[in-house]
């Protein structure tokens, strides 16, 4: 195995990165919509945008919010709500394989306090990597 092969995650950009899992008072920058920044792409309450901590090496982070309901899920919301948020994470996730920049790119959901995943409000992420490559592809 290569360093082409290997995701590198750099602890030293995780610090500092906003919680509110364990502690459910924490500050959630998903729901203070106006200080968001960085935003790719925007479809109703759905929020396409860079993700602030670079926790990978060689890659791009983008973070999809579903939903303005903070304690929203794929598991509640009602049919509609849940074909618009795939249809949304799909076309998206879409853009970035097609846009040619990255040998791959992830999608995925991280969810409850086990996850690794920082933040309740429900987002997705999607990640392009510029050199390790998805052998499964
Ligand atoms: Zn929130």
Redesign the pocket.
């Known amino acids: 195995m290569s360093n082409k092969d290997v995701l590198v995650f750099e602890i030293e950009q995780a610090k500092g990165k906003p919680e509110?899992i364990k502690h459910s008072d924490g500050y959630?920058?998903?729901?203070?919509t106006d200080n968001l920044v960085n935003i790719i792409d925007q479809r109703k309450d759905m929020i396409w945008l860079d993700n602030k901590f670079r926790t990978l090496k060689d890659t791009y982070q983008t973070v999809l919010?579903e939903s303005?309901?903070?304690?929203g899920d794929i598991a509640t919301y009602n049919q509609a709500k849940n074909r618009e948020v795939f249809e949304y994470i799909y076309e998206c996730w879409n853009k970035m394989l097609k846009c040619g920049k990255y040998t791959s790119v992830l999608m995925y959901k991280n969810v409850g306090p086990l996850s690794g995943g920082s933040?309740?409000?429900p987002h997705f992420q999607i990640i392009g990597l510029e050199k390790v490559t998805d052998t499964n592809t």
Request: overall charge negative; charged content about 20%; glycine content about 0%.
């Open positions: 509110n959630c920058p998903f729901c203070d919010i303005s309901d903070h304690n933040l309740r409000h």
